[in-house]
């Protein structure tokens, strides 16, 4: 017996609430997933925290010289600020090697053993003298107070939207949760669970929705004693340790290896920096000049879907091959779209994702759309890539919120290949931020695990993954645009992938 129009259309709802309670099953996994490797733990006086200052760091395995390829092993004993050994773990480290005199470096792996030692490995990548660096950016206590805190409520950050009835403006109160009894502009995407919200203003339809703009609301889920003991001790305080420099020689012959290719790989570090210039650690790299970038670059379409680090991108390219008097013309340069055609038939646009977007500025609302929505408008082919950049402006927020939309992302890819296996996908991870920020909203440790999160949903997918995290502390940076020169790494290793 064929179904009715109506047994359709039962069958489908049911279909579809069943893969949106496989959505949030899968949300729930992961945010769990991320809550066994962050501690959960409380105190009552800073003094009992971790103190970076006494604590330990042992050289394991040391030596006169080393070869390049081996690994530096480093153990950390960690104490609180009475001199008493901590008993569990959970702190947040940044720890690289270097050599200021080459421009060279690369992170660390750690490992924690949940009992207040630490065991961190540096694999040797270049010969020479090196240094090690080991920073408590913030003690376990710390990093349980901010992950408690993100966890609260949705409302760190306040929306203004902006409605235009004929020449009058009336700007209303916007966000993820609304508390309030009033009617309300309801902005939704059932397939994807998206949601957004404004207070209606009276008589205006919600289509008159123009403009919006955010600034941190006069709030904070830390209690003060935690406040003190973030405010106490500065992110990126050096563990003492007496090993100095180490000595670095080539041994034996490199092996040669193989072009990069896509795949999210588990190797750390992903690379390193030596002279300025980023190698991945296990594919080799083509290092693209002018003539190359114009030549890789033609007959492409390419689509920057993200934030400003994302633009920052098109800004390189532009002033970069402006500079060579190539030119190229911006047609469009408001905060939420750029345009750039260039001569040599090449196109490359920039879109901001979808809400949150979290500035002071304003900014149209009118073309707004999500990354997972302007992925499926694109046909796709060989010569087509997609770079998706999420995560600074979702650092205030739930992280339910990030995790959701990067599976929708990742859903959206996995139709793209569908209808199109060729084109070329590409994800980047966050860049490191200043120290001197609002930590409980926009500090490292929240972009931190949500990188945990992209690698864990993007596992698996034939993508690329360009490691945005690792380069910023290689070149030990923190700026969420970073000098051009690591900016321009990071696109040499784009230009690999898709050339």
């Known amino acids: 017996q064929v ?12 279909l579809a609430r069943k893969k949106l309670s496989e959505k949030e ?24 925290t971790t103190s970076p200052e006494d604590s330990k760091a042992i050289l394991l395995n040391q030596k006169d010289n080393y070869c390049v390829g081996e690994q530096l092993m480093v153990l950390l004993d960690m104490f609180d600020h009475m001199g008493k ?102 902005y939704l995407d059932e397939r994807d669970e998206e949601a957004f919200y404004c207070l209606k203003p009276g008589n205006i ?10 600034k941190n609301s006069p709030i904070s889920y830390l209690t003060a004693l935690e406040m003190e003991l973030l405010d106490s001790i500065h992110p990126g305080v050096e563990i003492p340790q007496k090993f100095g420099q180490i000595q670095v020689s080539v041994c034996t012959t490199e092996m040669s290896i193989q072009k990069c ?76 779209r750029l345009f750039s055609p260039l001569l040599e038939n090449i196109q490359i646009h920039w879109k901001k994702h979808g809400h949150p977007f979290v500035t002071t500025s304003e ?39 990030f995790i959701r939309r990067m599976i929708n992302i990742r859903e959206a890819v996995q139709r793209l290949f569908l209808r199109s296996p060729e084109t070329k996908v590409i994800i980047k991870s966050e860049n490191l931020r200043k120290t ?27 993508v690329g993954f360009i490691d945005a995290w690792d380069m910023s502390i290689a070149y030990d940076t923190s700026d969420v645009h970073p000098p051009y020169h690591v900016v321009g790494n990071q696109i040499n290793l784009f230009l690999n992938y898709i050339c």
């Open 436 to 462: 001197d920020i609002d930590l409980e909203r926009f500090g490292d440790f929240h972009g931190y695990t949500q990188m945990l999160a992209v690698k864990d949903i993007f596992q698996g997918l034939n």
């Open 3 to 14: 179904p009715s129009s109506l047994q359709r259309w039962l069958l489908c709802r049911c």
């Open 85 to 186: 050994r901590k008993a569990y773990g959970g702190d947040f480290f940044k720890v690289r090697i270097y050599s200021p005199s080459i421009q060279a470096g690369a992170s660390g792996h750690i490992m924690d053993y949940r009992n207040g030692t630490y065991l961190v490995s540096f694999t040797l990548l270049w010969e020479g003298p090196i240094r090690v660096s080991l920073l408590l950016m913030h003690p376990s206590e710390g990093v349980s107070a901010l992950w408690k805190a993100r966890k609260k409520v949705y409302d760190k950050i306040a929306f203004t939207g902006k409605y235009l009835n004929g020449t009058s403006e009336v700007s209303v109160e916007c966000g993820f949760v609304m508390n309030t009894s009033e009617e309300l502009c309801k």
């Open 261 to 336: 290719n896509f795949g999210l790989s588990s190797h750390h570090p992903t690379g390193f920096a030596w002279q300025n210039q980023w190698y991945p650690r296990f594919c080799s790299i083509t290092i693209f000049r002018t003539l190359k970038i114009t030549t890789c670059l033609e007959r492409k379409l390419i689509l920057f879907l993200g934030d400003s680090t994302l633009r920052q991108w098109l800004e390189y390219f532009m002033k970069y091959l402006k500079s060579r008097k190539t030119l190229i013309q911006t047609d469009f340069s408001e905060i939420g």
């Open 205 to 214: 339809p919600c289509e008159a929705f123009v403009q919006l703009m955010s």
């Open 25 to 48: 099953k899968e949300v729930k996994k992961i945010l769990a997933k991320l809550d066994q490797q962050i501690p959960n733990v409380s105190f009552s006086d800073t003094r009992t």
């Open 363 to 401: 900014y149209m609302t009118t073309d707004h759309s999500y990354a997972a929505r302007e992925i499926d408008t694109v046909a796709g082919d060989k010569d087509t890539a997609i770079v998706v950049s999420l995560g600074q402006h979702f650092r205030p927020f739930p992280i339910e919120l």
